[in-house]
């Protein structure tokens, strides 16, 4: 960047049916050949890197649209990179959950990506605290990205009856975190938003709590919680 330039920076927000990166120009700040480029810039140019090798938006036989490598992708590698779109105040089909009471509309292919049962990507948070999606399992080029929408929101209410991610693991419905069985969440340890685990410490421990009973002439003190049975620990 020139001072007093313009970037001209692939928008990986809007596609044709080609899968092609369309321009948008996005003005200079500063001068003597410096500028500040917001970090939404920063994060929508990594994506911009995909363009020749790394996911594109193609149509399922059973799904409609689905996002699908087009290289391979190690375990721990980054496969998107999130950028939050917008704010939303309530849960719909496509919102990301952040916190308990905080929900973000994600631009660009994120949306696109399906949920699956049994997910090769799980979720990072980035430095905006936007979701990078993250390989949890080998991908090889070609195979569709997924990832469990309850490894995001605590509660899922806007999909079909069943499930149709078609995994030996599936469900048959597609829930939240809220409704994961202990093993599975243990599964996605370090691939969920940690929101989710932290609702969960604080519910084992008001139930250990109630589970706490001081009698007469005990050495701890009231309130005192001695043991907290299923608090997940990272």
């Not at 948008?24 to 480029?37: D, E, K």
């Not at 990179?81 to 704010?87: D, H, K, L, S, T």
């Not at 469990?148 to 209410?157: F, G, L, Q, S």
């Not at 907290?228 to 620990?233: D, K, L, N």
Request: aromatic share 6%; glycine share 10%; with cysteine.
């Amino acid at each position: 960047m020139v001072g007093g330039a313009h970037l001209k920076v692939y928008d990986a927000g809007v596609l044709n049916d080609h899968s092609r990166y369309a321009l948008r120009t996005v003005p200079g700040v500063g001068s003597a050949g410096s500028s500040l480029i917001s970090l939404q810039v920063e994060l929508i140019l990594q994506r911009a890197g995909d363009m020749s090798g790394g996911y594109e938006l193609q149509r399922t036989d059973a799904k409609g649209e689905g996002v699908f490598a087009t290289r391979s992708f190690q375990v721990g590698e980054t496969v998107m990179v999130g950028v939050i779109e917008a704010e939303l105040d309530h849960n719909h089909a496509h919102a990301s959950q952040l916190s308990e009471k905080r929900f973000v509309l994600h631009g660009g292919l994120i949306t696109k990506v399906n949920h699956s049962c049994e997910p090769n990507c799980g979720i990072h948070l980035n430095a905006s605290g936007a979701h990078d999606f993250v390989a949890r399992q080998p991908i090889t080029a070609s195979q569709e990205i997924t990832f469990d929408y309850a490894m995001r929101n605590y509660t899922v209410e806007h999909f079909a009856a069943h499930c149709q991610c078609g995994s030996p693991r599936c469900r048959d419905h597609i829930t939240g975190w809220k409704d994961l069985p202990s093993e599975r969440k243990a599964d996605y340890r370090g691939f969920a938003v940690p929101y989710l685990t932290d609702i969960d410490n604080q519910d084992a421990t008001e139930r250990a709590g109630h589970l706490v009973r001081i009698q007469p002439g005990s050495p701890h003190q009231t309130g005192q919680i001695l043991n907290v049975a299923g608090v997940v620990t990272e």
